[in-house]
């Protein structure tokens, strides 16, 4: 009975931790760790599933591409644009003053060393994801010779810069690699 | 809540009392849209919009339910799942058209109902909790309406899911990476469909909930009305059924004269045709716009050009076009006049209709080709839209003179005349 009244004590005098404190944080934290951890595969369900990452890399021969002409691949299920371009081309994208631009780079940056006439860019608008045209034959290029966003009017130069409209930066230059003289391989 | 002269609700017989007892549902329905709930005397047409928005909400649930069950929701087969639906299922192509155009009934008339408070002011205390949720209502309105434009996958489905999830790529750092956990892949696919139909079924039913708070709000201070001027008295109101449902019931009836008018003779006046295209990641359609009923909010999204500042031109349309609808979210605070009716505030009137026209503006503006006189007008004109809310309406409320109010519903319906100043005052009969 003395036992019972020592551990009373603090219940009736309302001071002090009590155990039952302790249970009750214990339990509520247990309880929202727990529900917490559930957050996780819920929302990591909704990323990119392991068959549409497995997607990454796709191996393109560029042999029947000559110069002036560009072709449309596809990488992720989004298109890529490979032009050849002439040395006219070229030299109009190296007379560009880089410190001028919205998102400078020069076109040595944006292509491989020794390769620069391959232009390799991700053919999706920067703006709003866009397909722009002039990599099609007979399709519009734009004022600067490079590719034309027909949603919103986004124009890129000939190393597919942006030169005009509300896109914030240049065509993306995907990650890849010269297999050989005649084979690029995207991702 | 309601008013203490509400009339109270009586058991018809003995199996009414009995489940009075035991679940009062049919007690609650007479108190919430029945002969339990006293409705201001003057209510106008314009106030016919919510049950008619409620209608809708149901159309869509009816149809979209039966739809389901004969769309496949797989990147492979949906477009010819919808053409089967189109072709040969029995009435699949009214049940279809009637869900298309049914979104755009019912933004008509949720857009309407929105004005409707807009020019009333019912957005004014004690009415904000109503405004605030109609206004989480609209924005899930949106979102549904833009997941179901993408299911059948046709050209415009996939490129409006491209742009709309592309807009989320705006944000710093982190919006390239929340665009590929939306989309789960690096482009709308399989993917995405899936998950759009998901919410899409979804969604309508979070609306519905939504809507419960939105009315259940509505009945603690009860409606507002054209006057503006809180109900004092019994002879202010009229229980609701039968003098409203009869009012709704004839608005409902010229509602769907005109959208049977739509739906049998001009099924596709409002879509798009590229939609028969079946949806090609390769090519972009020349022109692509979203539905009409988002097209004030596409145009202030293409107004922003160029960089502001150190904000990107992207950037900054993406932050313009939600704020223009998270900014009636702050009504109740900007427009601090104490006089609520459009009816009693002279220069608010003109900054409403002027609000109006701006807006058929941006409509036209977002409908039209991103090309030049339309960029420069949709520059203007989204301008104009956040300086109405943000410098205007409150410098209009501090300036401005009020028209006398009526003294009470009543006097406002049926003049100074002796009798209704009796009818008004119960203590004086």
Redesign the interface.
Known sequence: MADEASIDTSVTTGEGVRRRDFINIAAVSFAGVGGAAVILPL?SQ????AD?LAESSTEIDISAITPGQAI?A?F????VFIRNLTPAEISAAEKVDVSSL?DPQTLEERTKEGKTNWLITM??C??????PLGAGEGEVKGEFGGYF?????SSYDTAARIRK????KNLEVPTYEFSSDTVVKIG | MSFPWANEYKPGNGLTQWLDEKLPLPRFVYNAVGAGYPVPRNLNYMWNFGVLAGFCLVLQIVTGVVLAMHYAANAGVAFDSVEHIMRDVNWGWMLRYAHANGASAFFVVVYLHIFRGFFYSSYKAPREMIWLLGVVIFLLMMATAFMGYVLPWGQMSF?GA??I???F?AIPLIGVPIQ????????P?N?ALN?FFSLHFLLPFVIAGVIILHIWALHIPGSSNPTGVEVKTKSDTVPFHPYYTAKDGFGLGVFLLIYCAVLFFGPNALGHPDNYIPAN????P???VPEWYFWPFYAIL?A????FFFI????M?VLAMFSAILVWFFLPWLDTSPVRSGHYRPLFRKFFYLLVIDILVLGYCGGAP??EPFVMISQLASMYYFLHFLVILPLVSSIEKPEPLPFSITEAVLGKDESAVLNANPAAA
Request: net charge positive; glycine share 14%.
């Open positions: 929302v909704m990323a990119p599933s549409v449309k596809v992720r299920k989004q298109p919205r053919g999706v920067t703006h709003l994801g866009c397909v966003c027909p949603c919103h009017g409209g509300p896109a914030p | 490129w491209k742009v999830t592309g807009l790529g590929e956990w939306l989309l789960g892949g690096f482009a696919d993917a998950r990641p390769l090519s972009t020349a022109h692509i293409r922003f050009t160029s960089d990107p031109a992207k950037l349309g991103a090309a």
